[in-house]
């Protein structure tokens, strides 16, 4: 079932988990308030609902990088890539607009198996990063993505459905655990039959349109995309999860990531808002404003003013007064 | 791709508002299924694919009053009026503005069968929305007075569509009210398209969520609801798949800290017999239903009634608004999961070109107005869908 490869990563995560159970119960107890049932399992099956969150950087980019200064960056004063400066749409973010290093959840050898003309395109989407990736305008991201992103998801795990609602966009998708066929259309979050293969439940998901990606790196797929996911509860605070993408006409063999998925454990968790479209109305529609707030276009050129301020007593050299 | 909104753009927010995007197909339950009312863990099983299937007046005519219930005969009356209005033709003169959304219209309008009540409400017992408060009155008639001045100059006035509302023609457009804001957070059409703020919430892909009655939204919605022990998760699908996420919290625990405010509030459920009763508040000040906006308190009764029917009322409080709470009672019917199959994913953003559009000709239409080309866009109405109101709610 579990890649016996990933066996230390695995116990670290079981550690993790078991250190996790033990705050939870505490913070239980002492807090008095009663947390829901929830039986270990369900019509006969893992129980795998409650709110859940990957702790990774598979967000940013699927394969192992290194930390970069910034999302996005430009030239500094060496030709070297190695010594690019963060460019103007994410300077003011300062370390906060900086990329965690990582080593990747593409199993096997790392690497995503890209065609070759295919592997143009990622490049290109990655050095236009802030016009194409579809997370930026709040579009619906897509499986595997919607998965670790940086927002929880909740799992309801009903008798022949399993609902899949994630903060990020309000979006969600149903695993279809009764044969339901796939809509005669195509989809953002795809189409999600499930099945149980022991205590592991197997997600078949198709009808994918080609307007997703995988990450902030520009890792993409057409509409041929068909993922199959693996959910298996390690314990009762994680769950693994692994997705095999098979793309025939960007990819030249199918490829797998796996990843913990662990639950958000806090007594009083539950999902919030993140309706994103609201935040990226300035984003998507800034140039269309009668008076311009905070960016304006000549044709097809945008500019963005950025003012900052240092308020008196933060300026760097005050700091250390 | 599908480009849901890139039809006219005037009648883009009647459309958004008109239909839902699920297909109306009712199950239909054979002699072998057992009415199985509970789910494994002994709950009542409210899962499913759910919706109302008739149209029904928001509030009772005073032509009903006393009368809870339709005649057979009126049923039938107003099924016969209904489908005469969507048959025709409601395009207007060839190449006027109420042309181009007369069509579009036609295309998108849905009305179902007519109900059997006489109101949704049914509390008060007269079947109407209670008074609301001076200061509520104070604050409607203020805003009334600001999309009216945006509207006056415009051909909807002075023939007086519905578009107008209780709004007056007056040729000279309000050229000094022209950049006003709205006395306070605009959530409707206006007749100005300066910012995306102008906007509709539901052009903007920001329709309110709560409370659904469906008709108050004008049409169809449709609610997926999947339970686990202690745990109930619900997803909607309403005006053109404007689908949102309520996970209800079940764990009895006190409702969010007032300062966290969210567009579809904060939905604390329990179980009360055989009712889930969910009680909804925090909601955001840019929610507007019918004048409640924050201060709105929403307690909902979900009852399954049958293998193949829900019962849902629902309580509105808004001491601020209304002068006392008011009571909505639906019955929901079961729907297929197989003709369903395709549109509960939500996506709106994804193909809103009609919302940037818009602005966009608006932009266009300032320019040419600027340089002495086109006339002040104040003469023109870009904001009334030009609708045909539905008889059964008048």
Not at chain 2, 13 to 28: E, F
């Amino acid at each position: 079932m579990l890649d016996r490869r990933l066996g230390s990563m695995i116990t670290v995560a079981i550690a993790a988990a078991a250190v996790g159970a033990v705050i939870s119960a505490s913070i239980t107890q002492t807090s008095g308030q009663a947390p829901a049932s929830r039986p270990a399992r369900v019509d006969g099956k893992p129980n795998l609902s409650g709110i859940w969150q990957a702790n990774n950087e598979a967000n940013w980019d699927l394969q192992a990088h290194a930390a970069l200064p910034a999302a996005v960056t430009q030239p500094g004063v060496y030709s070297y890539d190695y010594a690019r400066v963060p460019a103007a749409p994410v300077l003011a973010l300062g370390a906060a607009g900086a990329v965690p290093g990582s080593l990747g959840v593409v199993q096997g050898d790392g690497q995503i198996p890209y065609k070759p003309e295919a592997l143009l395109i990622k490049k290109a989407n990655a050095d236009h990063w802030i016009d194409r990736d579809p997370e930026l305008k709040c579009y619906l991201p897509g499986i595997p993505r919607a998965m670790y992103m940086p927002y929880p998801f909740q799992i309801t795990q009903g008798t022949n459905k399993v609902h899949i609602a994630y903060e990020f966009s309000n979006t969600a998708r149903t695993i279809h655990l009764d044969e339901v066929v796939g809509p005669p259309d195509d989809t953002w979050m795809g189409h999600s039959v499930g099945r149980w293969d022991g205590d592991t439940l197997v997600v078949d998901v198709t009808n994918f349109n080609d307007r997703t990606w995988f990450d902030r790196a520009g890792n993409f797929h057409s509409d041929a995309l068909h993922v199959v996911e693996r959910f298996s509860l390690m314990s009762t605070d994680i769950i693994w999860y692994e997705a095999t993408m098979e793309d025939p006409k960007v990819f030249t063999q199918p490829w797998r990531i796996a990843m913990p998925l662990y639950r958000r454990v806090e007594p009083n968790m539950q999902l919030l808002e993140f309706r994103c479209n609201e935040f990226v109305e300035e984003f998507m529609y800034g140039n269309l404003r009668k008076q311009p707030l905070v960016k304006h276009w000549e044709s097809d050129t945008m500019t963005v003013d950025i003012t900052r301020k240092i308020p008196p007593g933060d300026s760097f050299y005050e700091w250390y007064r | 791709m599908r480009d849901r909104l890139s039809g006219s753009m005037i009648g883009m927010a009647i459309a958004a508002a008109a239909i839902g995007a699920v297909i109306w197909a009712p199950i239909t339950r054979t002699s072998a299924q057992a009415p199985d009312l509970k789910t494994p863990w002994g709950e009542p099983d409210l899962q499913g694919i759910w919706t109302v299937e008739t149209d029904t007046p928001f509030q009772r005519s005073p032509k009903y009053t006393n009368q809870e219930f339709f005649t057979e005969a009126q049923q039938e009356e107003f099924d016969k009026l209904r489908s005469t209005l969507r048959g025709r033709d409601n395009r207007g003169d060839r190449g006027s503005e109420r042309d181009v959304s007369g069509a579009y219209n036609n295309v998108f309008g849905a009305l179902k069968r007519t109900g059997k009540r006489t109101s949704l409400i049914v509390d008060p017992p007269d079947g109407r929305i209670p008074p609301t408060t001076p200061q509520a009155q104070k604050i409607a008639a203020a805003d009334r007075d600001f999309r009216n001045a945006l509207m006056q100059a415009t051909q909807t006035c002075k023939l007086k569509l519905p578009g107008c509302a209780d709004g007056k023609y007056d040729p000279t457009p309000a050229v000094a009210r022209r950049d006003e804001l709205p006395p306070r957070y605009n959530t409707a059409r206006m007749n100005r398209h300066d910012r995306p703020e102008d906007g509709a919430l539901a052009d903007r892909c920001l329709t309110i969520g709560l409370p659904e009655f469906g008709a108050g939204n004008g049409g169809g919605s449709f609610r997926r609801i999947v339970q686990t022990p202690g745990g109930i998760a619900i997803a909607y699908d309403v005006g053109q798949g404007q689908g949102w996420q309520r996970s209800i919290v079940m764990n009895r625990s006190p409702h969010l800290p007032a300062g966290i405010r969210q567009w579809f509030g904060d939905s604390r459920g329990h179980w009360e017999g055989n009712t889930l009763v969910i009680d909804v508040t925090n909601f955001s000040p840019k929610n507007d239903y019918r004048g409640s906006r924050e201060n709105l308190h929403l307690v909902e009764r979900w009852t399954r009634t049958s293998p193949t029917t829900l019962e849902y009322v629902a309580t509105n409080e808004d001491p601020t608004v209304w002068t006392r709470p008011w009571t909505v009672s639906q019955e929901f019917t079961r729907q297929s999961e197989e003709e369903n199959r395709i549109y509960y994913e939500p996506r709106c953003v994804e193909g809103n070109i009609g919302f940037p559009s818009m602005m966009k000709a608006a932009r266009q239409e300032d320019r040419e107005f600027a340089e002495g080309r086109g006339s002040d866009p104040l003469f023109k109405d870009n904001a009334s869908g030009f609708a045909e109101p539905d008889p059964l709610q008048e």
